[in-house]
């Protein structure tokens, strides 16, 4: 199953290497550098998995998830960041976070979680 999923990451190169890696695997992927672009596109769409980076300039990803766990709590949603500290994976986690990812981190590590996010959403989907 072809899977809809969002990359938000102000680094172009992150965004550019994620789609081009998980558009290989047959999933429809989006990419975003900038978080008010990606907001105004999650009011209108539906994702099955986001994968947001949390530092960002205008907006955090924790601003992010919040908005797509209103919109769609169904949605996962997979953490990345550059600067992991225990504090802000569990505020991450405790919103409602899928995982969380730090950087650098392999494609393979990325591909994991969201297979993982993958099984999670359709077992949601047969209970």
Do not use: W
């Given at each position: ?18 789609k081009a890696s ?8 989006e ?10 596109r999650l ?6 998995i986001v994968?947001t980076?949390?530092r ?10 919040e ?12 953490m990345?960041?550059?600067y992991?500290?225990l504090e ?12 969380f990812?730090?950087?650098?981190f392999k ?6 979680t ?14």
């Amino acid at each position: 199953m072809s899977l809809e999923i969002m990359i938000l990451d102000d680094e172009t190169i992150v965004g550019e290497r994620l789609k081009a890696s998980l558009e290989k695997d047959g999933h429809c992927l989006e990419a975003f550098t900038d978080p008010l672009s990606a907001m105004e596109r999650l009011k209108t769409h539906d994702f099955d998995i986001v994968v947001t980076d949390i530092r960002m300039d205008n907006v955090s990803g924790i601003e992010i998830l919040e908005l797509v766990k209103r919109k769609n709590p169904r949605t996962k949603v997979i953490m990345i960041t550059g600067y992991a500290t225990l504090e802000v994976a569990r505020e991450s986690l405790t919103k409602g976070a899928f995982d969380f990812i730090a950087k650098p981190f392999k494609i393979g590590e990325i591909r994991k979680t969201i297979e993982k996010a993958h099984d999670a959403l359709k077992a949601e989907q047969k209970g």
